[in-house]
Nanobody, 124 residues
Framework: QVQLVESGGGLVQPGDSLKLSCIIS????????IGWFRQAPGKEREFVAA????????IYSESVEGRFTISRDNAKKTMYLQMNSLKPEDTAVYYCALDHDFGLRKRVDDYEDWGQGITVTVSS
């Protein structure tokens, strides 16, 4: 079993930055993809960014590209999401998720393991 635990959420003002972390524990495959999704109130869960754990290649949604950066620390088994220039529309519960495949996929159904989620609120 894989456990994913997010941290780093909170309340910030528009234009601020925030960094989310996701610690991975338990049994994982050698090669996999890990990503971030978010779900705003009343909306469906949507893809934000993903990274191949071994290769480090990344993919982003259009709405965050250029503002968010996904990264990982192999030794710490931790993934990060650096969020800059935050907007009110970035307000959501953010989820860390793991895909037991090394493809950079974007669909919710492609990811087998999920964290509990953490709230990010961008408001003045």
């Amino acid at each position: 079993q894989v456990q994913l635990v997010e941290s780093g959420g909170g309340l910030v003002q528009p234009g601020d930055s925030l960094k989310l972390s996701c610690i991975i524990s338990g049994r994982t495959y050698v090669s996999y993809t890990i990503g971030w999704f978010r779900q705003a109130p009343g909306k469906e869960r949507e893809f934000v960014a993903a990274i191949r754990w071994i290769a480090g290649s990344t993919i982003y949604s259009e709405s965050v590209e250029g503002r968010f950066t996904i990264s990982r620390d192999n030794a710490k088994k931790t993934m990060y999401l650096q969020m800059n220039s935050l907007k009110p529309e970035d307000t959501a519960v953010y989820y860390c998720a793991l895909d037991h495949d090394f493809g950079l996929r974007k669909r919710v159904d492609d990811y087998e393991d999920w964290g509990q989620g953490i709230t990010v609120t961008v408001s003045s």
